[in-house]
């Protein structure tokens, strides 16, 4: 088997305004994503597990969570539609990572951090 080759590439914006309000509204997006379906997923994770069935955290899930949550706000509608799908890709990762016993369960995302990002994919490309 070949050897998998993983690239990065930094790039340095100089955003102008409309730019910087578009970064915003995506990273912003991404971080609400991310804290409602966790919080919502384990309200679910609750009252499955009090009537004694239990729910696996999985990517057809977090997908039905996100189209609920694009019908109630529709500020993410506005946004980039691939970064919010990669958010729940990569939350569904970070609760396969926790159940395998590699990281701790998930943590809901703060504004107050100082790293803020989303990725979008497109055509097979992905940035960060």
């Known amino acids: 088997m070949g050897n998998i080759v ?10 102008d ?6 970064l915003n509204q995506n990273m912003g997006n991404a971080r609400f994503v991310w804290n409602r379906i966790l919080s919502n997923y384990n309200e679910l994770y609750e009252l499955f597990r009090s009537h004694g069935y239990p ?5 057809r899930n977090f ?5 609920m949550l694009k019908q109630e706000y529709s500020f993410l509608r506005e946004g980039e539609s691939t ?5 729940f890709r990569d939350l569904a990762k970070s609760f396969n990572r926790f159940f395998n016993g590699i990281s701790n369960y998930p943590k809901f995302k703060s504004k107050k951090n100082p790293k803020q990002s989303f990725r979008i994919q497109k055509m097979g490309i992905t940035l960060k």
């Open 6 to 15: 993983n690239k990065g590439l930094k790039l340095w914006i100089l955003p």
């Open 17 to 22: 305004e409309d730019m910087i309000r578009v």
């Open 55 to 59: 729910l696996k955290p999985n990517i």
């Open 63 to 67: 997908n039905a969570i996100l189209k």
């Open 83 to 87: 970064s919010q799908q990669q958010v």
